[in-house]
């Protein structure tokens, strides 16, 4: 099989929707198909020469919308050498023109919406979702409704999506989500890391690994923090990831005023080797996200056996929970709270029970082979 996958950007830092490309397509790969990519990113973009996959990138691309010029004559030219196409994302000029190739040509394609009808968003934004209410008849839900499949990695998803807009009509389908987890020698990785930021050695930490972005709730993590600190100073907080809208400077002022700026270690976004090594030397992995349609680094974690304390806002909780591989709480300063204070006063031996179910949660619901059998069969089908 053939598959096209349409994107806006391949950039590593855009967040989940490219990393999951990337994870499905080696799977895919590696079991004989072919996987290309077409996105609106510049040719001369560099992470380009670091993409795994046949890219073809037809920026420019103009505003926050995305619109490119090359993507429609693109598609008119090349889809029907594909045997599957699947857009992802929503809200994108690429959406857009790809629904309207495709139903012209009578096409069949699937879209993934990657959490993006969550009703967080209408909650969060109230003037964007009415602009995007605006947009919603004649733009996005044409998309939605005509689509073969909408894909969705969970049922939590699912649901969800169907709280945002009116009318909604959608051919759901639940498929499995992962990743291709931890690979290369762990000791080695966290040598590495711990080598690179050597004021970590011989402490414990929380790691939240994620964009810096407000939807992740950060500011609440270093408020909780700074509250837990003074009653147990025993761990040190390490912040990794992009900081796409310039938040972090604020984040640190705030460390400041709280007190707690020389126990947080920003580092940066992380790749390689230095992320898995980060993984394996934290004590436990936190992401108290106040929306998360699936959370590949929670799944990164639990394939390095490691912890995971999540809001109930992150979609596959409930999987977490009932596999006993970490602490879930509500998206509210309160949740947070009682996700350090869980974590603080519980037992070794029964941190040693969670490190267990992580890897077992993680091989038994997530690995990434299973992932892309499961796209498989709804596109074979």
Request: a negative charge.
């Given at each position: 099989m053939k598959i096209l996958h349409v994107i806006s950007s391949v950039n590593p830092e855009s967040g989940g929707p490219i990393e999951a490309v990337?994870?499905?397509?080696?799977?895919?790969?590696?079991?004989?198909?072919?996987?290309?990519?077409?996105?609106?990113?510049?040719?001369s973009a560099s992470y380009l020469a670091d993409f795994p996959f046949t890219v073809y990138p037809l920026g420019p691309k103009l505003g926050i919308y995305g619109y490119c010029k090359n993507l429609k004559p693109w598609l008119k030219a090349n889809v029907s050498d594909y045997d599957a196409v699947i857009i992802h994302g929503l809200w994108q000029y690429h959406s857009f023109a790809a629904h309207s190739v495709l139903n012209q040509l009578r096409k069949p394609y699937y879209l993934f919406s990657h959490g993006m009808l969550d009703p967080w968003f209408k909650r969060q934004y109230p003037l964007k979702h009415l602009k995007k209410y605006l947009y919603w008849l004649w733009g996005e839900y044409p998309v939605i409704r005509d689509a073969k499949k909408v894909l969705?990695?969970?049922?939590e998803e699912k649901v969800l999506a169907r709280q945002s807009f009116r009318p909604y009509k959608a051919n759901e389908q639940v498929v499995n989500f992962g990743t291709a987890g931890h690979t290369g020698d762990l000791a080695e990785q966290r040598a590495l890391f711990l080598n690179r930021f050597p004021r970590l050695e011989n402490k414990k930490f929380l790691l939240y690994l994620s964009r810096i972005h407000p939807k992740k709730g950060l500011d609440m993590l270093i408020e909780s923090y700074a509250s837990s600190h003074r009653e147990n100073p025993?761990?040190?907080?390490?912040?990794?990831?992009?900081?796409?809208?310039?938040?972090?400077?604020?984040?640190?002022?705030?460390?400041?005023?709280?007190?707690?700026?020389?126990?947080?270690?920003?580092?940066?976004?992380?790749?390689?080797?230095?992320?898995?090594?980060?993984?394996?030397?934290?004590?436990?992995?936190?992401?108290?996200?106040?929306?998360?349609?699936?959370?590949?680094?929670?799944?990164?974690?639990?394939?390095?056996?490691?912890p995971v304390l999540i809001s109930n806002k992150v979609n596959i909780w409930y999987e977490i929970d009932q596999d006993g591989a970490g602490l879930v709480?509500?998206?509210?300063?309160?949740?947070?709270?009682?996700?350090?204070?869980?974590?603080?006063?519980?037992?070794?031996?029964?941190?040693?029970?969670?490190?267990?179910?992580?890897?077992?949660?993680?091989?038994?619901?997530?690995?990434?082979?299973k992932a892309a059998n499961s796209l498989l069969d709804v596109l074979s089908g």
């Open positions: 990337r994870q499905l397509s080696d799977a895919m790969v590696r079991q004989g198909h072919g996987v290309e990519i077409v996105s609106l990113d510049l040719p969705f990695t969970c049922e025993a761990f040190e907080l390490v912040i990794a990831g992009p900081d796409q809208i310039g938040w972090q400077k604020s984040l640190e002022q705030q460390a400041v005023e709280l007190g707690v700026a020389d126990n947080i270690t920003w580092t940066g976004m992380l790749s390689g080797d230095l992320k898995w090594g980060a993984y394996a030397a934290a004590d436990a992995f936190i992401l108290p996200s106040h929306q998360e349609n699936f959370g590949i680094v929670v799944a990164e974690s639990l394939s390095c056996g490691l709480a509500d998206d509210t300063l309160s949740g947070c709270n009682q996700l350090l204070a869980g974590w603080s006063s519980m037992a070794e031996s029964d941190k040693a029970a969670l490190r267990a179910n992580a890897r077992r949660c993680f091989m038994e619901r997530f690995e990434i082979n």
